[in-house]
């Protein structure tokens, strides 16, 4: 079926050594880093920069980064702060609810709502109905 190509014999002794070379291997640096990557780790400064207080715009930014290589647009830059900000404050509301009592209280004011409006939906057909029959 499999042939091997090397005519060394692969020993159990010789896994076991491969084995924990593997294991010790540590994970590599990238040298690359993704958009999202680079400006989330650029954030803070960013911001800074694109504050009232300093007054820089992102393209101004995206100038600075292009001197430096790192060649993103001020729109990109811009959209991803903005991805970033969307994606915190989902955080943030999800550890502030603390649990599901918020969303219990949420169901029981949807149901109170669905229950007033089938309510409302009966009403009018009852009259509808007593007008007809005059």
Do not use: W
Not at 64 to 80: P, T
């Amino acid at each position: 079926m499999a042939e091997q190509q090397n005519s060394e014999v692969i020993t159990k002794e010789k896994i076991d050594k491969a084995i924990n070379l593997l294991k010790e291997q540590k994970p590599k640096e990238r040298e690359d880093v993704s958009d999202r990557a680079a400006v989330r780790k650029m954030r803070r400064y960013i911001e800074k920069l694109t504050s009232d207080k300093y007054g820089y715009t992102y393209d101004e930014v995206s100038e600075m980064l292009k001197g430096l290589g790192i060649n993103l647009a001020g729109s990109r830059i811009k959209y991803l702060i903005g991805e970033l900000k969307k994606s915190s404050r989902r955080r943030q509301k999800t550890s502030d609810n603390g649990g599901s009592s918020t969303s219990e209280n949420g169901a029981i004011e949807n149901q109170s709502a669905v229950v007033e409006s089938s309510e409302a939906e009966e009403t009018p057909l009852k009259s509808t109905k007593d007008k007809s029959k005059k």
